[in-house]
């Protein structure tokens, strides 16, 4: 099983950023798509954002477009997600997954069982 560990978490006020990374080693993250998802205290897993292996093409939920960008950076063998305008509603343990299909990036439905490495989770908590 592939190994990628997350970070950047931590206390914000709302409209503050926070940029998490996912961070692979052992093998080359470039080749995987990557997917974000967070899970907030008594809600289901949600799909926050991908980005595609094969042209890094990137996929985000109408709850954080406009205001997430997912990233690669090849050179440090990361994945971003940089998350601006957070809102209490961010709130939530977020989590990093890797995909070993390069043209797909889902963030909902049954293909999400295809995403097969997860990571241990970063605590983003959105408050004043």
């Known amino acids: 099983q592939l190994h990628v560990v997350e970070s950047g978490g931590g206390l914000v006020q709302p409209g503050g950023s926070l940029r998490l990374s996912c961070a692979a080693s052992g093998f080359t993250l470039n080749y995987y798509t990557v997917g974000w998802f967070r899970r907030a205290p008594g809600k289901e897993r949600e799909g926050v954002s991908c980005i595609s292996a094969s042209d890094d093409s990137t996929n985000y939920a109408d709850s954080v477009k406009g205001r997430f960008t997912i990233s690669r950076d090849t050179a440090k063998n990361t994945v971003y997600l940089q998350m601006n305008s957070l809102k209490p509603e961010d709130t939530a343990v977020y989590y990093c997954?890797?995909?070993?299909?390069?043209?797909?990036?889902?963030?909902?439905?049954?293909?999400?069982?295809?995403?097969?490495?997860w990571g241990q989770g970063t605590q983003v908590t959105v408050s004043s």
């Open positions: 997954a890797t995909l070993g299909a390069p043209r797909f990036c889902p963030i909902a439905g049954p293909e999400l069982a295809l995403y097969d490495s």
